[in-house]
Each structure stands twice: as structure tokens, then as C-alpha cells.
């Protein structure tokens, strides 16, 4: 009797370390929340799926499990499909997420838009997204080529207006397929231009922003217009693909960012991130190592007045991302960190 008792007590003490296990693990995620101008909240941590498409699957499940609740996608990483299989297989409430998806510049023709985002959502598995976006302000060729080329191997481009493919992601809004819309790698002035010739301002606005590219005049503006910014390439150089930023320091290596966070007990790259979140950003790093996943969540702290004002000193208007040769357009002609 005593050893049956004894066997019953070891196995409810190990199913409520399993749920405090869980528990704390949901517990990690980011508890800081910003408001869209639709009223929705967004976590201000978010999971970026660029890259690595393959390891994708395991990688949100493991965000998932970390605490992750706002996972960014885009038809053209080819992620969907594993985002919406991880998301499945976890069993969360799909209410309890935040999912981001992107427009891709094949499909700016107005008639291709809704189709887009169909298809999508198809590869998620899901009936809307939270977020849809125009991923670029330039337009491709229409058709299905994601990269229409020229017999000389140059991009072909089209005289879609964003203005009008804007107009079109508008009309997605009664539908309830995307609950808000907005816009990547826009120019001021291009933002300026839908601001004038919409009617929707933008709920979000996704750039590449870090300590080293600040942006803050650009950033300010655009709190002032209600426009959310979410950081792309929160680490900077830290990816290998920018070959801009292979010839220097990592960002995450910045003695200033260090320093901040050696007296919070933190990372340079927890600190990169607390910085955006302090500004009233959402953040969006990416990892495939379950380790750095789970790293990145406590990225969400307080950093002291002082702390920012040290972060503020190491901007070097250094901008990694700029596509503008190989897309067959010049972006971010009057933003900071723009290179002739």
C-alpha cells in the first residue's frame, strides 16, 4: 500500500513539474506589448523566419515552446508552410499568436493581391493573418517568377505604383484576412505619398533599425503619424549575408552595448534589443540554436535613462540591407545610412 501511495506521489510530483516546467517556459515570453493603430496588441519580441527554410519547422517549435507569440514570416522565405506545421503541432490557440506575413513584388499587380495573400494563408494553414505587408515599395514583373530576369540576367521591374497596390491590400481589411496592413523598407517619402493618396495609414512599418542605424528623426515621425516601427536585422551585421559589414566588429560586440550589459547581466545583443523595445518598437530576432531562441526573450528588461543615452552615442548611420542594384530601384533616398 505504502509503495503504491509512493509510486502515485512520484508520479504527481513529476506531472506538476512537467506543467511548472511548461509554465515557466510560457512565462519567458516577451511581457512587453505595444498597441497598432487598430487597436491590436503586438508582443514586442517577435521570431523573424528569414533563412535556414529548412531548420525552420524545429526552430518555431522551439520559440514556440520558449514563449514566443509573434512569429514573422513572408511568402517569399518559403517559411510558411513550416510556420503554420510548428504552429499546428503546438497546439496553441491560434487567438494566443501574432503572425506576420509579406507581399511579395511579383504580386503588386492590384488584381494579384488578395490571391496572394490566399495563398499565404494556404501555406499557414490558417484562416488570417494579423499582419500582412508590402515587403518592398518596388514592383516586379507580374506573373509567378519571385525573380523575373532579362536575357542580360537584370531584374525586370514594373510601373505598378505602390500607391495602387496599397490601395488593394485596403480592400483585404472587411474581409478579415489580414486584421491590419502596412508596409517594409519604405522611404520617408514614399510614406509621405500613401499617407496623402490613402486611406488607411499604415499599422506597421518593418526596417532595418539597431544601434548602429537609429534612425530617430525617421522613427519619431512616424510615431507621430501612428505608424509602428518593427526592427529587421535587430544585431546588424551579425548576419553573414551582408557582405557590407563583414570587414568590422559585430554590433553585438559594441564595447558600449557590453558594458550596458554586463551591469544588467545581459548580452550586447539582449541589450540591442531592449533598446528598440524601450523605444517603443517591436523587434524581430532570428536564431535556429534553441539556446540563443530562448536568449533572445530576455532581451525584454529595463534599460535606465542613462543606458540609453550611452546607446544613443554609438549610431553610426550604418544601413547593411540595401537591394537597390539587384531589385532595379533606389530605396531609402532620403534615410539615413543610404549609400550612393
Given at each position: 500500500?505504502?509503495s503504491r501511495t509512493a509510486r502515485l506521489s512520484a508520479s504527481a510530483t513529476s506531472r506538476i513539474s512537467q506543467v511548472s516546467s511548461?509554465?515557466?517556459?510560457?512565462?519567458?515570453?516577451?511581457?512587453?506589448?505595444?498597441?497598432l493603430n487598430t487597436g491590436a496588441k503586438i508582443p514586442a519580441i517577435g521570431f523573424g523566419t528569414w533563412q535556414d527554410k529548412d531548420?525552420?519547422?524545429?526552430?518555431?517549435?522551439?520559440?514556440?515552446?520558449?514563449?514566443?507569440?509573434?512569429?514573422?514570416?513572408?511568402?517569399?522565405?518559403?517559411?510558411?508552410?513550416?510556420?503554420?506545421?510548428?504552429?499546428?503541432?503546438?497546439?496553441?490557440?491560434?487567438?494566443?499568436?501574432?503572425?506576420?506575413?509579406?507581399?511579395?513584388?511579383?504580386?503588386?499587380?492590384?488584381?494579384?493581391?488578395?490571391?496572394?495573400?490566399?495563398?499565404?494563408?494556404?501555406?499557414?494553414?490558417?484562416?488570417?493573418?494579423?499582419?500582412?505587408?508590402?515587403?518592398?515599395?518596388?514592383?516586379?514583373?507580374?506573373?509567378?517568377?519571385?525573380?523575373?530576369?532579362?536575357?542580360?540576367?537584370?531584374?525586370?521591374?514594373?510601373?505598378?505604383?505602390?500607391?495602387?497596390?496599397?490601395?488593394?491590400?485596403?480592400?483585404?481589411?472587411?474581409?478579415?484576412?489580414?486584421?491590419?496592413?502596412?508596409?517594409?523598407?519604405?522611404?520617408?517619402?514614399?510614406?509621405?505619398?500613401?499617407?496623402?493618396?490613402?486611406?488607411?495609414?499604415?499599422?506597421?512599418?518593418?526596417?532595418?533599425?539597431?544601434?548602429?542605424?537609429?534612425?530617430?528623426?525617421?522613427?519619431?515621425?512616424?510615431?507621430?503619424?501612428?505608424?509602428?516601427?518593427?526592427?529587421?536585422?535587430?544585431?546588424?551585421?551579425?548576419?553573414?549575408?551582408?557582405?557590407?559589414?563583414?570587414?568590422?566588429?559585430?554590433?553585438?560586440?559594441?564595447?558600449?552595448?557590453?558594458?550596458?550589459?554586463?551591469?544588467?547581466?545581459?548580452?550586447?545583443?539582449?541589450?540591442?534589443?531592449?533598446?528598440?523595445?524601450?523605444?517603443?518598437?517591436?523587434?524581430?530576432?532570428?536564431?535556429?540554436?534553441?539556446?540563443?531562441?530562448?536568449?533572445?526573450?530576455?532581451?525584454?528588461?529595463?534599460?535606465?535613462?542613462?543606458?540609453?543615452?550611452?546607446?544613443?552615442?554609438?549610431?553610426?548611420?550604418?544601413?547593411?540591407?540595401?537591394?537597390?542594384?539587384?531589385?532595379?530601384?533606389?530605396?531609402?533616398?532620403?534615410?539615413?545610412?543610404?549609400?550612393?
Amino acid at each position: 500500500m505504502y509503495s503504491r501511495t509512493a509510486r502515485l506521489s512520484a508520479s504527481a510530483t513529476s506531472r506538476i513539474s512537467q506543467v511548472s516546467s511548461h509554465i515557466q517556459k510560457r512565462n519567458m515570453a516577451s511581457v512587453t506589448t505595444h498597441t497598432l493603430n487598430t487597436g491590436a496588441k503586438i508582443p514586442a519580441i517577435g521570431f523573424g523566419t528569414w533563412q535556414d527554410k529548412d531548420d525552420q519547422e524545429k526552430a518555431v517549435t522551439e520559440a514556440l515552446k520558449a514563449g514566443y507569440l509573434h512569429i514573422d514570416t513572408a511568402a517569399i522565405y518559403g517559411t510558411e508552410p513550416m510556420v503554420g506545421a510548428a504552429i499546428k503541432k503546438s497546439g496553441i490557440d491560434r487567438s494566443k499568436l501574432f503572425i506576420t506575413t509579406k507581399l511579395w513584388n511579383n504580386k503588386h499587380k492590384p488584381e494579384d493581391v488578395e490571391g496572394a495573400l490566399d495563398q499565404s494563408l494556404k501555406d499557414l494553414g490558417m484562416d488570417y493573418v494579423d499582419l500582412f505587408l508590402m515587403h518592398w515599395p518596388s514592383a516586379f514583373k507580374p506573373g509567378d517568377n519571385k525573380f523575373p530576369k532579362d536575357k542580360d540576367g537584370k531584374t525586370e521591374t514594373s510601373s505598378i505604383s505602390y500607391v495602387d497596390t496599397w490601395k488593394a491590400m485596403e480592400k483585404l481589411l472587411p474581409s478579415g484576412k489580414a486584421r491590419a496592413i502596412g508596409v517594409s523598407n519604405f522611404s520617408k517619402k514614399e510614406l509621405e505619398t500613401l499617407l496623402k493618396e490613402c486611406s488607411v495609414v499604415p499599422a506597421a512599418h518593418q526596417i532595418e533599425c539597431h544601434p548602429w542605424l537609429q534612425q530617430k528623426d525617421f522613427c519619431d515621425w512616424q510615431r507621430e503619424k501612428g505608424i509602428h516601427v518593427q526592427h529587421y536585422s535587430p544585431f546588424g551585421n551579425q548576419n553573414e549575408i551582408y557582405s557590407s559589414g563583414k570587414n568590422m566588429g559585430k554590433l553585438m560586440d559594441d564595447p558600449i552595448l557590453v558594458e550596458i550589459g554586463k551591469k544588467h547581466n545581459k548580452t550586447g545583443g539582449q541589450v540591442a534589443l531592449a533598446w528598440g523595445i524601450a523605444r517603443g518598437h517591436s523587434v524581430l530576432p532570428k536564431s535556429k540554436t534553441p539556446s540563443r531562441i530562448s536568449q533572445n526573450l530576455e532581451g525584454d528588461f529595463k534599460l535606465t535613462a542613462e543606458d540609453m543615452e550611452k546607446i544613443e552615442g554609438v549610431d553610426k548611420k550604418l544601413r547593411f540591407n540595401d537591394p537597390s542594384e539587384s531589385f532595379g530601384y533606389r530605396f531609402y533616398e532620403d534615410l539615413e545610412g543610404k549609400k550612393n
